[in-house]
């Protein structure tokens, strides 16, 4: 069985924070009579923008307690252990893995992953600087270097120093791990915003300008969803700022429906914001490239449809992880604490929108309780990002939550 050790510490100065951290990793590492039960070979290292600027001194000093081990990693403006959040506040989350150093890479622009077959990299976690140019493109063709096309991670957030970590502090382009097929995990994708309107065919647009949907000016479709219709805009300005769009390429769909009929976004849907109109040829204006073909509808944060969609990933999560034999309520750990191993769950992580958290979900760490819940008091690591990934696409408003099996 994998074994994950995970602590996580919150101080003003990060020598303390790291103090608090590594003697719980330490009492977990040993067994009775004190023998080591897991020898770590991977570590993740998550930190809020408090610390960024001693970044290299606290990676050095957890690489100088823990030779051997390789570390990936990034700043947000949060950091997420299980069942916590710490959010807009000095903290660290820090975990260890047990991993055959034969069934992952750690790469960056430094060190690259290589052409396909040097390492036969099955998925990837990826972490990346948001300001990097062509960042989608850098994505997409990470993808393409793994067998399965999948991968995970996000975009490091800070209002200090942006930041992303590969066995040393990284700015700019992107950087991770890649796992071989030996290392089995699950991931999902969770929305946080939901339809105000029905799904539509973009079927005139030019760059990131949309002007048309299913033959219609696609202004007058806005409207017509904000229950505005033959209105001017500046009479419904607070509820076109709250408006955002989803897109989704019919392509890649995995259920071959029109997802935001049901009332929900399907994983394939990518949330961008709008950012304009263009009233003289009735358009609005995206802050990504929408091409003629996308579907488009327009939507809004809410906060009960983010945690209802939260319960139903983890839930998924679990019925395929969980042996089928046993019943749903053995897989759940009583009162919700202590470890599950019969959950199949080694250890997560959780990548999940800066916007969301306890202030969107309504009470502090209310989020990560919510997986707590579902998934038990299994070793967790994650922060607030700037983006998520994906699969071969930069999310928003979205949380991605993967398991790696027991």
């Known amino acids: 069985m994998k074994r994950f050790l995970q602590a996580h510490a919150t101080h003003p100065d990060w020598r303390f924070a790291l103090a608090m951290v590594q003697p719980q990793l330490e009492a977990q590492s040993l067994g009775g009579g004190g023998r080591p039960v897991c020898e770590p070979t991977l570590g993740w290292l998550y930190l809020t923008d408090h610390y960024a600027s001693e ?3 606290l990676l050095a000093e957890l690489q100088r307690h823990w030779p051997g ?4 990693g990034a700043v947000g403006v949060g950091v997420a252990a299980s069942g ?3 959010f807009d506040e000095p903290a660290l989350s820090v975990m260890l893995a047990e991993l055959s150093t034969a ?11 290589g052409p396909v077959g040097r390492f036969a990299a099955h998925t990837a976690q990826v972490h990346a600087d948001p300001a990097t140019p062509d960042l989608a493109e850098l994505v997409a063709d990470m993808a393409e270097r793994t067998a399965t096309g999948y991968l995970f991670g996000g975009l490091a957030a800070a209002r200090t120093r942006t930041l992303h970590i590969a066995d040393g502090v990284l700015q700019g382009g992107l950087s991770g791990v890649a796992f071989s097929s030996e290392v089995a995990l699950v991931s999902r ?11 539509r065919r973009i079927s005139a647009s030019t760059d990131n300008v949309v002007t048309a949907l299913d033959g219609e000016p696609a202004l007058d479709c806005l409207l017509a969803d904000l229950g505005a219709a033959g209105r001017e805009p500046r009479e419904v300005l607070p509820q076109l700022r709250q408006t955002l769009v989803g897109l989704t390429d019919p392509a890649e769909r995995s259920d071959g429906s029109r997802s935001a009929q049901r009332g929900a976004f399907g ?12 009233p003289a040829r009735r358009g609005v204006v995206v802050s990504d490239l929408a091409p003629e073909g996308l579907e488009l509808a327009f939507c809004q944060r809410h906060a009960e449809a983010a945690r209802r969609d939260l319960v139903r990933i983890c839930a998924e999560i679990r019925e395929e992880l969980a042996p089928e034999e046993l019943p749903l309520s053995a897989t759940l750990p009583a009162g919700g604490a202590g470890e599950a191993p019969e959950s199949g769950i080694a250890g997560a992580v959780y990548v999940s929108c800066s916007g969301r958290g306890g202030p969107h979900f309504g009470a502090p760490s209310a989020e990560l309780q919510i997986v707590r819940r579902a998934l038990g008091d299994v070793p967790l690591a994650g922060f607030f990002a700037g983006g998520e990934i994906a699969r071969h696409h930069v999310y928003g408003y979205t949380g991605v939550l993967t398991v790696f099996r027991a």
């Not at 081990?69 to 990936?72: F, M, P, Q, T």
């Open 103 to 113: 069934d992952f890479r750690v790469f960056s622009g430094a060190r690259p992953l």
């Open 189 to 199: 994708v969770t929305q946080g915003c939901q339809p105000v309107g029905r799904t």
């Open 84 to 86: 916590v959040e710490y």
């Open 55 to 57: 970044a290299e001194a």
């Open 267 to 278: 994983p394939d849907t990518r949330v961008r914001h709008l950012v304009g109109l263009d």
């Open 69 to 72: 081990v390789a570390w990936v």
